[in-house]
């Protein structure tokens, strides 16, 4: 069963940095699009930053220049690197991507991982 695990959440200080990690696994074909939401309380889940299989990485206006999205296709692994964290970046982050399996296309979600802001 295809299946994305998250790790790398936590409460930090802010102007502090973390690094979230994302890993599919269970007959994994390709992997296309891999991207990171978040949702805080009383909010929709939005979108954060996405990175195309070739490299190319599109970001939140609020999060450019402070967070930066990255992949390892041999390991089927994307990471999110957040620096210079804002309370407002509170939430709870979940990886997402298109994931084929043989014949199957599966839009996969992680089970999310908090990221708390704060002194």
């Known amino acids: 069963q295809v299946q994305l695990v998250e790790s790398g959440g936590g409460l930090v200080q802010p102007g502090g940095s973390l690094r979230l990690s994302c890993t599919a696994s269970?007959?994994?074909?390709?992997?296309?699009?891999m991207s990171w939401y978040r949702q805080a309380p009383g909010n929709q889940r939005a979108l954060v930053a996405t990175i195309t299989d070739s490299g190319t990485a599109n970001y939140l206006d609020s999060v450019k220049g402070r967070f930066t999205i990255s992949r390892d296709n041999t390991e089927n692994t994307v990471y999110l690197e957040m620096n210079n964290l804002k309370p407002e970046d509170t939430a709870i982050y979940y990886c997402?991507?298109?994931?084929?399996?043989?014949?199957?296309?599966?839009?996969?979600w992680g089970q999310g991982t908090q990221v708390t802001v704060s002194s």
């Open positions: 997402n991507s298109q994931i084929r399996e043989g014949l199957r296309l599966h839009d996969t």
């Open positions: 269970g007959g994994v074909s390709r992997i296309y699009d």
